[in-house]
C-alpha cells in the first residue's frame, strides 16, 4: 500500500477518500509526524503550507509526487523534484472564486473601516467616534488589477457587479481579451496612478518581487487602497508600512506575506508589520483560498493527479516534466 503525507488540512471527504486507499500520515492535529522522520517511505506529498527544500526532496527516495493544494508553488524546489524524478502539481482555478470573492472581502472591511468598528463595540464604545469611521463607496470608482489570470478576470467581473471601472496590467494578457472581460489593458505606472483600489495577482519571481516598492506607493492616490491575495514579496512590506504610517496611501489588506518564505505557518516573527500598529492595514492569515467549495475542488484535484501518478501515468496539471533525459 502506498504512503501518502498530507502536510496540513483538506477536505474531510477527500481525506477520507485517500485514507481508503493508502496509508496516510498527517501533517497537522493531534497525530502530526514530522516529515523527515517518515520520509523514506513516503510516495506522495498533498502539499499545503510547508516548505519541500531539496534536502527534504532528497531524503524522499521514493517520493514520486508533490501534488500541490491550490496553484502556487513557491514553497517547493522545482529544480530539485525534477532531478530527482519527482512530478509537482497543482490544482489551476480551484480557488480561483474564493480568493477573488476574498479580494472585496478585504477591500470592503477597509474600506468601511469594519474591524476599527467592531473592535470599538466589542469594548463596548457604541456612539463615540463614529466621525472618524467614515467609509468609501466602491462605486464609480477604479479597480485596478495585476494580473489578469483567472482570479484576476473574476475580480474584474465582481469590481463590474459594484460600478467600478477596471484597468489591467499584465505583460501577457491580450488587449483583445481584457477588453472583452470589460476592462483596459494599461501599463502598470499607468494603473498605480489611475486605481482607486489595487488588486495584485501575479506570480512570484524574480522580476517580481517588489514589484510595489517606495515609488510606487508614492505615486499611488493618498486615497488608494491595496490588496495582495497572490504572494508575498510582491509589494516591498517595509516601504508599505513607512507608506501607511506617513499617510502615503489610505489602506492596505494583506492575505499573504513576505515572511511566509521563511515560516508559512507562523510568518508574524518575521514580519515588518506589528500586529495592530500600522493604520489603515488589514491582515488575514493567507486564508483567501479557504472555501468549502475551494476545498473539495482542490482536495479532489490534488488526489485525482497523485492517483494518476502512484498508477504509473503523467499528471494532469503537471509544472516539472520528472520524465525529463536526466531522468527517463
Given at each position: ?290 472555501t468549502e467549495e475551494a476545498f473539495l475542488e482542490a482536495g479532489t484535484g490534488s488526489w485525482a493527479e497523485v ?22
Open positions: 500500500m502506498s504512503e501518502i503525507y498530507v502536510s496540513d488540512p483538506i477536505h474531510p471527504d477527500v481525506l477520507a477518500d485517500i485514507q481508503a486507499a493508502a496509508t496516510v500520515h498527517l501533517g497537522y492535529g493531534p497525530h502530526k509526524v514530522d516529515y523527515l522522520d517518515i520520509s523514506a517511505n513516503i510516495d506522495a506529498v498533498i502539499l499545503r503550507a510547508e516548505n519541500f527544500t531539496r534536502d527534504i526532496i532528497a531524503a524522499s527516495p521514493q517520493l514520486k509526487i508533490i501534488a500541490r493544494h491550490g496553484v502556487g508553488t513557491n514553497n517547493v524546489d522545482i529544480d530539485a523534484a525534477t532531478e530527482h524524478g519527482v512530478w509537482v502539481t497543482t490544482t489551476p482555478g480551484a480557488n480561483s472564486n474564493a480568493v477573488a470573492e476574498h479580494v472585496f472581502a478585504l477591500l470592503l472591511s477597509g474600506a468601511r473601516r469594519v474591524p476599527t468598528a467592531v473592535s470599538r463595540v466589542h469594548a463596548g464604545n457604541w456612539s463615540e467616534g463614529k466621525a472618524d469611521l467614515i467609509g468609501f463607496e466602491l462605486s464609480g470608482r477604479t479597480m485596478g488589477i495585476i494580473g489578469f489570470g483567472a482570479i484576476g478576470r473574476r475580480v474584474a467581473a465582481i469590481a463590474q457587479g459594484f460600478g467600478m471601472t477596471v484597468l489591467a496590467c499584465d505583460p501577457v494578457a491580450t488587449e483583445k481579451e481584457v477588453t472583452a472581460a470589460g476592462a483596459r489593458l494599461v501599463p502598470l505606472d499607468v494603473l498605480i496612478t489611475e486605481a482607486d483600489a489595487i488588486s495584485i495577482h501575479a506570480p512570484l519571481l524574480p522580476s517580481t518581487r517588489h514589484m510595489i516598492g517606495a515609488q510606487e506607493l508614492a505615486r499611488m492616490k493618498k486615497t488608494a487602497f491595496i490588496v495582495n491575495t497572490s504572494r508575498g514579496g510582491l509589494v516591498d512590506e517595509s516601504a508599505l508600512a513607512a507608506a501607511l504610517t506617513e499617510g502615503l496611501i489610505a489602506g492596505a489588506a494583506f492575505d499573504v506575506l513576505e515572511a511566509e518564505s521563511i515560516d508559512m505557518k507562523d510568518p508574524l516573527t518575521h514580519t515588518p508589520f506589528p500586529h495592530t500598529t500600522i493604520p489603515g492595514l488589514v491582515l488575514t492569515p493567507h486564508i483567501a483560498g479557504q492517483k494518476l501518478v502512484l498508477a504509473g501515468h503523467a499528471p494532469t496539471h503537471p509544472v516539472n516534466n520528472a520524465l525529463s533525459p536526466a531522468n527517463a
